[in-house]
């Protein structure tokens, strides 16, 4: 994984495989704390302790048909965190759902870019137009401001009515409310 | 800024439109978006195949993504699903082949052969 958004990706596919109907996405740089956080939680299935603890080892994956018996997404994630002095937390409960929560040392040398997430958010939107995803991006600046962007799909679902969320002319406004709201608040690094 | 009232503009004319274009899903679209689709530059493919979409103002085509399928060799891997015609799956793919898939196999009907890894 070359960025942090490829790992927003496997994340949120994570919890979307877990038949949710809900996913929130709260993301945000603390200056004040030199941290860079994820917090993805769903309402979906969940897992027991068993599952919950291995899935933390790459040698366990839940995809019972598949031949090679390995699951990177959540370890690399994990790693990746815990190399830049952050820290890598699951929780889940059965019926209740999984919260996922990934924090990074913001300037760590080796912490990866963000990357791309406005592509992620738009890609899970529209690849998954059944979930309903609720993005939260916040950056609290040195001087302790804070700035923060909202999404909320049903939001616009209920304003759509009818119209499908993949609409064309949905799918450009989603692209432009989303890059303009990383932009405001300034998550972008580069 | 978007509003949500630009979305009250949206829908008025996609209802219209709707009366005027059959918006019956013909074409969906399906990015394997496993760890490995993903670590091979699934997501950029899954941004064009939404972009060219949305920018060609296909209606009736609906791109959506799932896990892995086992095929991690030949990832980012899509399958082309249209009704009563056979699925077709492509592999190694990447942007700009997913342009061809849009535009030969999706608009025009004709599958980007070299790409396909198997019809059934």
């Not at chain 1, 790459?58 to 994630?77: A, D, H, V």
């Not at chain 1, 990866?112 to 958010?121: H, N, R």
């Not at chain 2, 899509?78 to 342009?99: F, H, L, M, T």
Request: charged share 25%; proline share 3%; net charge negative.
């Amino acid at each position: 994984m070359q960025d942090l958004s490829l790992h927003l990706t496997d994340i949120i596919e994570n919890s979307a495989r877990a038949n949710c109907d809900l996913i929130s996405i709260v993301i945000g740089i603390d200056e004040t704390q030199n941290k860079l956080s994820f917090e993805i939680i769903d309402n979906g299935v969940g897992m027991d302790e068993e599952t919950l603890s291995s899935a933390q080892n790459p040698f366990y994956t839940s995809k019972f048909e598949r031949q090679k018996k390995i699951g990177l997404g959540i370890p690399l994630f994990k790693e990746n965190a815990e190399r830049c002095n952050g820290s890598f937390l699951m929780e889940s409960s059965i019926g209740k759902g999984t919260r996922l929560y990934a924090e990074f040392e913001h300037n760590h040398i080796d912490r990866m870019p963000l990357g791309s997430i406005e592509d992620t958010f738009l890609s899970s939107i529209i690849g998954h137009s059944d979930i309903n995803f609720f993005i939260k991006l916040f950056h609290i600046s040195q001087n302790k401001k804070e700035k923060v962007f909202i999404l909320d799909t049903r939001e616009i679902k209920s304003e759509l009515g009818d119209i499908p969320i993949t609409w064309p002319d949905v799918v450009i406004y989603l692209k432009d409310t989303l890059n303009e709201g990383i932009k405001k608040i300034e998550l972008e690094e580069f | 800024m978007k509003t949500l009232a630009d979305l009250k503009a949206i829908r008025e004319k996609a209802q219209h439109e709707m009366k005027l274009r059959n918006s019956n899903v013909r074409i969906k679209v399906i990015v394997g978006m496993g760890t490995s689709g993903i670590a091979a530059g699934a997501k950029d493919v899954m941004k064009t195949f939404i972009d060219e979409v949305a920018t060609r103002a296909l209606i009736d085509v609906v791109v959506s993504q799932t896990g892995e399928k086992g095929l991690s060799s030949m990832e980012p891997v899509v399958d082309v699903i249209e009704e009563g015609k056979p699925r077709y799956c492509y592999g190694n793919i990447n942007s700009e082949i997913a342009k061809r898939i849009v535009v030969e196999h999706i608009v025009n009907g004709n599958p980007v052969k070299e790409f396909l890894i198997s019809t059934e």
